[in-house]
């Protein structure tokens, strides 16, 4: 089933333009409508009233972002009639994630970006986008903080290793993979790994489900030792392999998990160079 319907998360950053154009393209090639969702990462009101004399500048704030919404709101709206494709404009005042998440479910695909590493919300974008991926129910497309972006398809990278997540992400991802030149299955072994099966036997069940979808793969392997992590090794591989495009399931280990020991998730989210496609 193709996207129809894609939610943007456009936000005051130097990103959020580029983040635009990559949605209208895909918008145009499958025909879907875009929604644009506006928010920011707003400081909690109380802050700015805790001191006195600066209630002033929380009204010198709210003006700002006024301004910058209008502005965002005016270039999405010209933009959509530049490229001839519907859509509609979704405004909130709150903090980014609730809203994003109650959308989303709205939605086929979300499409976000990772937060760049002078982003002075660093910390709360990463927070906002394991939100997204973890609670809204749908994929997720997360566009990397840097270099152009441009439709993605050419050559696909599944990070396949059986699991529930890594299921559901192939799936929802179907509409790339039905339209990509190269996919490509790829599993991540561990240094002390047996090992693997043929290509044949290793990968024939995701491989004849794809089959049936018109969808032809190849196999590939990526190595992990004792000091580097398996998304260390995912993220050296796509670095090298030429593919512009992951599909991968998200946080297939409890999340504090991820936290402490590493994950594979977590080094998608922050530096990953090509588009991820994130599913939970």
């Known amino acids: ?34 929604a644009g969702l506006y928010t920011t990462f707003m400081p ?6 805790s001191i006195a004399g600066c209630a002033h500048y929380y009204d010198d704030w709210s003006d700002a972002r006024r301004g910058q919404r209008d502005a965002a709101e005016e270039a999405f709206r010209h933009a959509l009639r530049g490229a001839g494709v519907g859509g509609e404009w979704i405004a909130f005042d709150d903090y980014a994630e609730q809203p994003m ?32 991926v973890l609670t809204s129910g749908r994929p ?21 290793d059986g699991s529930r997540e890594a299921a559901r992400a192939v799936h929802d991802a179907m509409p790339f993979l039905e339209r990509a030149g190269r996919v490509t299955v790829l599993r991540i072994r561990g240094s002390g790994a047996q090992p693997p099966a043929a290509p044949s036997a290793q ?10 979808h018109a969808v032809n793969v190849d ?3 990526a190595m992990s030792d004792t000091d580097e992590t398996a998304g260390d090794a995912l993220l050296s591989w796509i670095a090298t392999s030429g593919c512009d495009f992951v599909v991968a399931g998200a946080y297939g280990h409890s999340q ?8 594979v ?14 599913s939970h």
């Open 1 to 34: 089933m193709p996207y129809k319907t894609l939610l943007a998360y456009l936000d005051p950053s130097d990103r959020a333009q580029a983040r635009l154009g990559f949605s209208l393209a895909l918008a145009r090639e499958f025909d879907a409508h875009l």
């Open 44 to 49: 909690e009101v109380r802050e700015y009233f």
């Open 101 to 132: 998440i109650r959308r989303s479910r709205h939605a086929d695909l979300l499409i976000a970006g990772q937060a760049g590493p002078d982003d002075d919300s660093r910390a709360l974008r990463k927070r906002f986008l394991e939100g997204v």
């Open 140 to 160: 997720v497309l997360v566009l990397p903080y840097a270099g152009a972006l441009r439709p993605p398809g050419e050559s696909v990278a599944i990070a396949w």
């Open 203 to 212: 990968g024939s069940g995701i491989e004849l489900m794809l089959a049936r």
């Open 219 to 221: 196999f590939a392997q």
């Open 256 to 263: 504090w998990k991820e936290q402490w020991l590493g994950g």
């Open 265 to 278: 998730t977590r080094d998608l989210l922050e530096s990953a160079t090509v588009p991820v496609l994130l």
